[in-house]
């Protein structure tokens, strides 16, 4: 659960979903998709490394060195049981809004 | 939501409108405490608020609420059945290439043929010629476009799920096809060697058909892996009427079949995303 919430913030869970679609992507494209700043991206992507859900590599690409960050396995069978727990949990509100909702019309229709 | 999200996905690198992706990891937050734990309070507006102003506000924030949860079902959605897309994906692109790189072998088997004289008839060429396209289709298929899918996988699943009875199946249909060729163009009967090709194509296909049916999420694909291999089996009357013909039908309803299957599984891959979601 500890692990849940330190990985589970919006800004880490946005992180991981987008990676989840695009398996990698570079650190800058990242942090322009996000609109975070450097240091905040990488803070949160240092806690997703040590999580292991995610890796991070280096490259060199025409002389400028290229941060690249990738999703795990284990990062990507995370999102998908972290929003299947969502599903449910918003699922089960919902209907239980609708419920409540249809029963508040059918008093107001009695006369 | 879903169908701009979608089409902004198919093949793009700027695959995720991020501000929805943003917008849902907060709602999940905030929904959660609206619906679930204690209620938001909600701002009235001016300082003449009265109980009324309250509950519309109350209900347009609701009503947001509802709306943002029901786009973050549809997230969770995409994400359930984004690993069936790109392996659907995958897989159609592999059979696409396998039908591409087939035609581009027998071009070059023909070209050979025609140029190289003795040499290009030459069973052992001809036997090399096969093993070497062989390598190269596995190692397109299985070491370049398969971990594709790698980050899909379940974390300490075997990377390779292909069955032990699957892969000796195979083995011993290659064996079959080289021998074939060798003894039926060695005994100048060429022209039974479209029929043999198709008897192991049909079982090599239902091998296929089998495998895959053991994954997840192959029901989409089994109508049109049995129509490929029905008309596989088919084809060999027609082959054995009439010999002279036997060639270009099996050009024809191998290499359409493989490529039809391929965009067949492009195509599905593609509906998968936009299907509705389930109830």
Known sequence: ?111 | MSDTLCTSLLFTSDIFPINMLCFCSSAYSLICRRFIGPPVCVSAGDGMSTSEHKSDDTADSTEDLRKQAKELLALTELVRKYPSVVSQRVEGLVYVLIGGGISLATLMFAFIIQFAGPLGTNMIAILAFMIFTWLIAYAVGFKLIKPLTQSYMKPGAPEDELSLAFKLTWIVLMAFIAVMAMYLFGTGQASLFPPCMQVAMTIGQTANYLQSGKQKNASALAKGHLTFIALIAVSIIPMLLFPPLSYAILILVDMGGIYGLGIYMLISAEKLLLEPPRA
Do not use: C, W
């Not at chain 1, 292991?52 to 999703?71: A, D, M």
């Open chain 1, 1 to 111: 659960m500890e692990e849940d919430r330190e990985a589970f913030v919006p800004a880490r869970l946005s992180i991981l979903v987008y990676l989840y679609f695009t398996q990698s992507t570079k650190f800058t494209s990242l942090q322009k998709k996000l609109g975070l700043t450097s240091g905040n991206l990488s803070s949160h992507l240092r806690k997703l490394e040590a999580l292991r859900y995610v890796r991070i590599s280096k490259y060199f690409v025409e002389l400028k060195p290229t941060t690249v960050v990738s999703i795990t396995q284990e990062g990507a069978q995370r999102v998908q049981t972290q929003l299947a727990r969502m599903r449910e949990l918003v699922g089960a509100a919902i209907e239980e809004q609708e419920t409540v909702r249809a029963s508040a019309d059918n008093v107001s229709e009695v006369p």
